[in-house]
């Protein structure tokens, strides 16, 4: 895949009367894993929504190869960059065939005639996640952890340089938690797919990423390969979580053992 530089320059972003994000600059290594963590309402899935388009900077710019991205069309931002939301909803009785063959628009014609580079992307994207024998049942009937790796599958159809994720392992059991990160890592290195998932999990955050953005407050905090942030004073700033940071015994990432009353001892 082509390289792709995609950035935030003093990004200011909210809703209605409320900023959330201000004034804040990110660059988007490109061919690694980005991971975004930090408590709840800290700006987490709003810079996501904004690096994707689907929030209107109300200061500064987000740039994706040096062009402001409002002022790209949304058919060739969507060629560049595919986005799975939180919580997406799906139309009323979509099959997940069709659904997941909806990741293939931005690349269709102006007939929006079906081709045979869609159809191996669609079986490509329903093997990798396990939703093969799903395509002909109604999205509305899955379980939610059967929905999200059929979203995650829309999103890899749609066969992007950039792919943005928010929670993408929300109502995953831990196997399949662990077979999505595997996957998105395999998609990263076999292709060079630069990646940004926003992640609850500080443990497989820390675990797959390549570079980790640690949030607070709207602004970042931390940035940089985990080994080389991650400590127990940022945990406890970032998440007011009192904690020890210790190598993983497999990965050697850094490891968060949160300490409870019961059994918090002097450091």
Known sequence: MSAHD?????????????????????????????????????????????????????????????????DLKS??????????????TAPDGITVGDLVGRGRYPHQGWFRRWSADDERAVTAALSATQTTELAERPVAELSGGQRQRVWVAMALAQETDLLL??????????????????????????????????LHDLN????????????KAGQIVAT?????????????????????????????APLVVPLTKHDRTPA
């Open 6 to 70: 995609l950035r935030a320059e003093r990004l200011s972003l909210g809703y209605d009367d409320t900023t959330i994000v201000s004034s804040l600059d990110l660059p988007v290594p490109d061919g690694q894993i980005t991971v975004i963590v930090g408590a709840n309402a800290s700006g987490k899935s709003t810079l996501l929504r904004g690096l994707a388009r689907l929030l209107k900077p109300r200061a500064g710019r987000v740039l994706l190869d040096g062009q402001a991205l409002e």
């Open 75 to 88: 058919l060739d931002v969507a060629k560049l960059l595919a986005l799975l939301p939180q919580s997406p």
């Open 165 to 198: 994720l928010d929670e993408p392992t929300t109502y995953l059991d831990i196997n399949h938690q662990v077979e999505l990160l595997d996957l998105l890592t395999e998609l990263n290195q076999a292709n060079g797919t630069t990646i940004v998932i926003v």
């Open 204 to 215: 497989l955050a820390f675990r797959y990423a390549h570079h980790l953005v640690a949030m």
């Open 224 to 252: 940089g390969a985990p080994a080389d942030i991650v400590t127990t004073d940022l945990v406890t700033d970032v998440f007011g979580l009192t904690c020890r940071v210790v190598p993983c015994p497999v990965s050697g």
